[in-house]
């Protein structure tokens, strides 16, 4: 998902406009592959420019090198170590929950 001609055939085929994102909407960590050429990369910009934008926190990785479907991927910290994305998530998500 997240893809920018969803959210275009969203906005055509719902006769009211609602909006996919609100104030309500969860913290959210995308992940997104830098090679990825099914799902633009700056759709993941979109995606937390929206949320932040509406006062959500949001957190864009990108994944350098990697392409779609990069589930098996690693992020590369700071120090130079790397972390599996769900450990990073996991961890990106539980300190949202002590804001």
């Avoid at 937390?48 to 994944?63: E, I, P, R, S």
């Avoid at 910290?77 to 002590?98: H, N, P, R």
């Amino acid at each position: 998902w997240g893809a920018l001609f969803a959210e275009d055939a969203m906005v055509t085929l719902d006769p009211q406009h609602r909006q996919r994102w609100s104030s309500a909407s969860p913290p959210t960590i995308a992940f997104h592959g830098t090679n990825d050429t099914t799902v633009s990369p700056q759709s993941g910009d979109v995606l937390c420019g929206n949320l932040t934008a509406m006062g959500v926190d949001c957190l864009k990785v990108d994944l350098v090198g990697e392409g779609h479907g990069c589930w098996d991927a690693n992020v590369t910290l700071d120090d130079g170590t790397t972390k599996s994305i769900y450990d990073y998530a996991f961890e990106w998500m539980a300190a949202q929950c002590s804001r």
